[in-house]
């Protein structure tokens, strides 16, 4: 224990000043740590769309004998997995259509844990959560939706 910690256990104002630090930690402002989210798990996924294009070859390679994704043919699940990360991510991070543009990287996702990768189940988890919680609580105030849907609201009234 801390001699501040003793301290303010001595005067019984311990419990004050874990409410009042947990206050304010509380007051970090949400649309910030929702820009985060959107440009932590973009850049994820965008890095890998990068890889894709950067050989061709090897990324129809390695979706014939390492990813081995279900029905769909080869060329065409390297064709729609490259396009989704490439596009998807530019599209969070400015947060346009972002709660759209989460749901087939979600679907990536479940894809790569179910048929690829199951072993990485807690990055995936991660990712995972990020999505979902675009999905659910939006892209918050500092994305080109916000100023769509604050635009569209101000021409009603």
């Given at each position: 224990?801390?001699?501040?910690?003793?301290?303010?256990?001595?005067?019984?104002?311990?419990?004050?000043?874990?409410?009042?630090?947990?206050?304010e930690l509380g007051r970090?402002?949400?649309?910030?740590?929702?820009?985060?989210?959107?440009?932590?798990?973009?850049?994820?996924?965008?890095?890998?769309?990068?890889?894709?294009?950067?050989?061709?070859?090897?990324?129809?390679?390695?979706?014939?004998?390492?990813?081995?994704?279900?029905?769909?043919?080869?060329?065409?699940?390297?064709?729609?997995?490259?396009?989704?990360?490439?596009?998807?991510?530019?599209?969070?991070?400015?947060?346009?259509?972002?709660?759209?543009?989460?749901?087939?990287?979600?679907?990536?996702?479940?894809?790569?844990?179910?048929?690829?990768?199951?072993?990485?189940?807690?990055?995936?988890?991660?990712?995972?959560?990020?999505?979902?919680f675009i999905v659910t609580?939006?892209?918050?105030?500092?994305?080109?939706?916000?100023?769509?849907?604050?635009?569209?609201?101000?021409?009603?009234?």
């Amino acid at each position: 224990m801390t001699p501040m910690t003793a301290a303010y256990r001595e005067t019984g104002q311990l419990r004050p000043l874990a409410a009042r630090i947990l206050d304010e930690l509380g007051r970090f402002p949400l649309p910030l740590l929702q820009l985060m989210f959107r440009v932590a798990v973009a850049a994820v996924f965008f890095k890998s769309g990068l890889t894709k294009i950067a050989s061709w070859e090897l990324t129809l390679q390695l979706f014939q004998e390492e990813y081995a994704v279900p029905l769909l043919p080869v060329p065409i699940a390297a064709t729609l997995a490259t396009t989704a990360e490439l596009s998807m991510p530019v599209l969070l991070v400015l947060g346009l259509g972002a709660r759209l543009a989460a749901l087939p990287l979600l679907g990536m996702t479940l894809v790569i844990q179910l048929f690829v990768y199951p072993e990485n189940w807690a990055e995936h988890l991660m990712w995972a959560s990020l999505l979902l919680f675009i999905v659910t609580r939006g892209p918050g105030l500092l994305s080109v939706d916000h100023l769509v849907r604050r635009t569209l609201l101000d021409r009603r009234t």
